[in-house]
């Protein structure tokens, strides 16, 4: 039973690590978006581009109707990590290419300024992709005696066999 467990997870493991991959490499070419919003004035946006996985979350917003969208569009050549989205940090807080961040920003909006807090994800899709290629065989506990494959008692003797005699070498003639 926990053999079929752990291959079940190498199996999730293997396809996750595939998924995470693709997507890596899909970000370099295309741009993804993911947005939801709930009617508490919390949104979401979750952007792949450019090698990394972005989730920006406004926390005080205006509430709106609960909706899921996605867009995709082609990335330039001259495509910027941040896909030019307006509510990003002016400057972000990079620590082992990773970004998380809290932070307000003004806007301009209908002639009337107005602040929003934020905050920012930012994760490079090598970290998901390394985590997924990890086996999962350490975080299974180990198999219970009763599973065991050798029956109760003592072990078997070993008897190990005579050792081989060993023929001398033949001398090798060197003619120049």
């Not at 509430?63 to 910027?80: F, T, V």
């Not at 920012?120 to 899709?125: D, E, F, G, R």
């Amino acid at each position: 039973m926990m053999r079929r467990f752990v291959s079940i997870l190498c199996l999730l493991s293997l396809l996750l690590c595939l998924a995470t991959a693709t997507f890596w490499v899909r970000s370099y070419f295309i741009r993804d978006i993911v947005a939801f919003a709930r009617t508490t004035g919390h949104s979401h946006t979750g952007q792949s581009i450019l090698g990394r996985l972005h989730i920006l979350s406004t926390l005080s917003g205006t509430p709106a109707s609960d909706h899921l969208s996605h867009s995709s569009d082609r990335l330039s050549p001259n495509a910027i990590w941040n896909g030019g989205m307006s509510s990003y940090p002016i400057r972000p807080n990079w620590h082992l290419g990773c970004i998380v961040q809290t932070y307000t920003r003004g806007h301009m909006g209908f002639g009337q300024p107005f602040t929003e807090s934020h905050r920012l994800i930012v994760i490079p899709y090598y970290y998901p992709t390394a985590l997924f290629a990890l086996p999962p065989h350490p975080l299974a506990p180990p198999p219970s005696p009763t599973l065991s494959p050798h029956p109760p008692g003592p072990l078997p003797e070993l008897r190990l066999r005579p050792p081989r005699q060993q023929r001398p070498l033949p001398r090798m003639r060197h003619s120049l």
